[in-house]
């Protein structure tokens, strides 16, 4: 598991940022080819969406980030044999600060939304 925090530049217009650089990510020793970009809105608030996973071998990762709205996100390590199996991470993401949580192969994967209209991307 691994936040990652892109980078924003603003001037008086707003701000611009880069979502995915493969780069950058390589630097954080994330690298991964992703198979499918996804995006979802949840209306109200408390939308609970997961937990999801992919079994070998169509397992995947996922970058997760939020572009309106606020989310409680959650990953469990559900690799047998792993000494963190069944543990889990959670952790606020928001579209006001742009963060993003990389979730690896092996972990299940979901959210509860914490404001309405609250829209998610994820690849």
Known sequence: MKRVIPGRHGDDRGWFSELYRADQLAE????NLFVQDNQSLSVPAGTLRGLHFQTPPAAQAKL???LAGAILD??????RGSPTFGKYVAVRLDAENGEQLFVPHGFAHGFCT?????MVAYK
Do not use: S, Y
């Open 64 to 66: 997760v980030q939020v």
């Open 28 to 31: 954080a020793g994330i690298i």
């Open 74 to 79: 959650v990953a469990v390590d559900i690799r």
């Open 114 to 118: 914490l404001e309405p209209n609250t």
